[in-house]
């Protein structure tokens, strides 16, 4: 079946430390996001990406890296620099130049103790 | 610059009564408006889209949706609910162009079925 993967569901790091997210597509899109979701805040876009080896910052890059060295993988990285990683990141796809749909993946739920 | 407005965070209705979840939305250009449904620790399904023709939306699990323009609204009905529907819902608007990175999405309701 053609989706979105997340992994891990769940993550648990301490603070200070770097930690890595995982999304993979196999829906041969081009375009793919990443977002930060916060209870009463709905999504924010952290960065994207529209083609390999291109990425976007988005409303709050601040702490966070990527890379898009394949068309189907694009890692967020939730660098020590982020003040509050505590948070759902949610990884979508969409065809590029598309601005009507979009598929999402089940999510990762970050929490730093 | 486009923003969205969920009138209700949270919205209670008894199983198989009527709901509307309220969206209202602010955009200096034309844009498409959208409304996706989030079970719990899940991603965002999509439940209808308008882009341009009949202002009332039918989408999935028998939701719909009406376009009013004057009004700067896009609320979402259904006219029977399921303890199924339990979840929360965002509405989003995007410019017609610009690509899927210019969504803005609302800060979500969440609606609670009581059996």
Not at chain 2, 27 to 38: E, G, I, N, R
Request: proline share 4%; net charge neutral.
């Amino acid at each position: 079946d053609g989706g979105i993967t997340q992994s891990p569901k769940y993550l648990f790091r301490k603070e200070g430390q770097n930690v890595t997210l995982s999304c993979e597509q196999n829906l041969n899109h081009d375009a793919m996001y990443w977002y930060r979701q916060d209870p009463g805040q709905g999504l924010r876009l952290i960065y994207y990406s529209q083609i390999v080896n291109d990425f976007q910052k988005g409303d709050i890059a601040e702490g966070y890296s990527v890379s898009r060295e394949k068309k189907e993988s694009f890692p967020l990285t939730v660098t020590s620099a982020q003040k509050n990683p505590t948070a759902f990141y949610l990884c979508a796809s969409s065809i590029a130049g598309t601005d009507t749909e979009a598929f999402f993946g089940q999510g990762t739920r970050l929490t730093v103790v | 610059a486009q923003s969205v407005t969920q009138l209700d965070s949270q919205v209670p209705v008894f199983e198989e009564a009527p709901v509307e979840l309220r969206c209202n939305y602010s955009s200096s250009v034309s844009v498409y408006l959208f409304w996706y449904v989030q079970y719990p620790n899940q991603g965002l399904q999509l439940l209808l889209k308008y882009l341009s023709g009949s202002t009332l939306v039918k989408g999935i699990n028998g939701f719909e949706a009406e376009f009013n323009k004057s009004q700067t609204s896009f609320h979402l009905r259904k006219p029977s609910v399921h303890i199924s529907d339990t979840a929360e819902y965002f509405c989003a608007v995007s410019p017609l162009s610009g690509g899927y990175q210019k969504v803005t999405f609302g800060t979500g309701t969440k609606l609670q079925v009581i059996p």
